[in-house]
Nanobody, 122 residues
Framework: QVQLVESGGGLVQPGGSLRLSCAAS????????LGWFRQAPGKEREFVAGFNGGSPYYGAFTQGRFTVSRDNGKNGLSLQMNNLKPEDTAVYYC?????????????????WGQGTQVTIAS
């Protein structure tokens, strides 16, 4: 069992920045890769960014605005988000997946955190 706890969400103005953190704990957590997804109202969960085999991967929409990094080895994952836009408004989830080759596929994930709300508005 792996537990994931996200933090760092909030309300920021367009053009602002936020940093999300995901703390992972539990049995054999180092066997898992971690990724960030987001889900806006009425939309499907969307891959944001994550790590597989030591390399970062990003969703196409991030366009250099987001940077993902590992914290404390494979026990945490951070997401630095810059130049935020209203369309970035969503609940952001951290997930853990055993097989990192499916990093971009939310349905393949084994565990999820509770999510953190990010709202971009003036």
């Amino acid at each position: 069992q792996v537990q994931l706890v996200e933090s760092g969400g909030g309300l920021v103005q367009p053009g602002g920045s936020l940093r999300l953190s995901c703390a992972a704990s539990g049995h054999a957590v180092s066997d898992y890769e971690l990724g960030w997804f987001r889900q806006a109202p009425g939309k499907e969960r969307e891959f944001v960014a994550g790590f597989n085999g030591g390399s970062p991967y990003y969703g196409a929409f991030t366009q250099g605005r987001f940077t993902v990094s590992r914290d404390n080895g494979k026990n945490g994952l951070s997401l630095q988000m810059n130049n935020l836009k209203p369309e970035d408004t969503a609940v952001y989830y951290c997930g853990a997946i055993k097989n990192g080759r499916y990093l971009r596929f939310g349905r393949m994930y084994d565990y999820w955190g509770q999510g953190t709300q990010v709202t971009i508005a003036s």
